[in-house]
């Protein structure tokens, strides 16, 4: 595949470079990462108001722009340069496509158009233990009357204890694997729900743990089918990977500069050490590894766009779960490897609060683990090769 921006792509890559070195410097990640929330609520009217972020690529039908993942994936690239502190990731990749993908028009004509203009945010919930297959699915769903009843515990909610709208996986009970999952769109502040904001290692990005205690749910909570949208589920969890994947692309990216300019500033026997044979070999393989990650995290974006678009093509899209995986375990792992090299390049400093390094080894220690780690999705990948019929054979 051959790939480059257009002239459009271009200017939102510069705009979204541009502002958020202005709004997300290092002093600002640092205010808004110690605030009630976890982000700074004006500035996120902001991304709403004046940069029209949340509504990229919600369709125009709905309110918003109308545009594609590979757009989307060019903001969030930058925006995990800067360690942005805001709820976009959780409203834009987890919510909005479940609710694309899920969602009847009366839910879509609902709650997109308060998503496009910032009103809502919005966050998935739907594991309820360290794994992220199917069986993460723990929580349990009851048809009650005209509606359900849900009860069950969910972790590992990004900004989940500020989000406006709840999108909750639940199962029906005693159902395993993909079968009996539910998806329901809930406002945060039913009855029923209880909030609590968890400490984490990455204070950039906060999570909660949601219990749900005989939550009652009119039918017209429910986004399709009652058990049947682990189909759904799955192509959400998918899209959202690849969206986490463009954003470790962005701290690696990061993260390789500030080493850099480090090491053309400290001097060492007289001379910038960036002059070091030994350690230009360690800056090099980091530019490798991001240049490695950053062709995963798009060419995956591109499949994304193709499997979204109901014209698309299908043998394209049709690679979205490899696509996907590949993306989310290269991007993962070069991050990690090049936060780690950062704070090994920058010296017995490299580790202290003053410096950046170690807020980046946060965010990338989390995000390699969420969603699923590197090894686990090079499994998957596996898997999906042995199964695929060979060049011959019939399918």
Known sequence: MEFAFSDEQEMIRTSAEGFLAQVSDS??????????????????????AEMYWPALHI???????????VELAILLEQMGRRLLCSPFFATACLATPALLLAGSEQQKNTWLPRIAV???TATLAFAGANRWDADTVQATAVAEGQGFVLNGTLNYVLDGHSADLLIIA???????????ISLFAVASDSAGIQRQALPAMDQTRRQARIELHNLYLD?????????MAWPRLERTLQLACIGLAAEQTGGAQQVLDLSVAYMQERQQFGRPIASFQALKHRAADMMLQVECARSAAYYAACVAQEALDPEGDAAVAAELPLAAALAKAE??????HCAAESIQLHGGVGFTWEYDPHLYFKRARAGEAFLGAPSWHRERIAAALLDAPQAGEQP
């Open 27 to 48: 002093a600002a990640v640092r205010t808004a990462m110690v605030s009630e929330h976890g982000y700074d609520a004006e500035l996120w009217q902001r991304l709403c």
């Open 59 to 69: 369709p125009e039908q709905y309110g918003g722009l109308g545009l594609g993942y």
């Open 118 to 120: 910032g009103s809502h």
């Open 170 to 180: 639940a199962r029906t009970p005693g159902s395993t694997g993909a079968a009996g």
């Open 219 to 227: 039918a017209d909570c429910l986004l399709g089918e009652f058990g």
């Open 331 to 336: 991007c993962g792992e070069a991050f990690f």
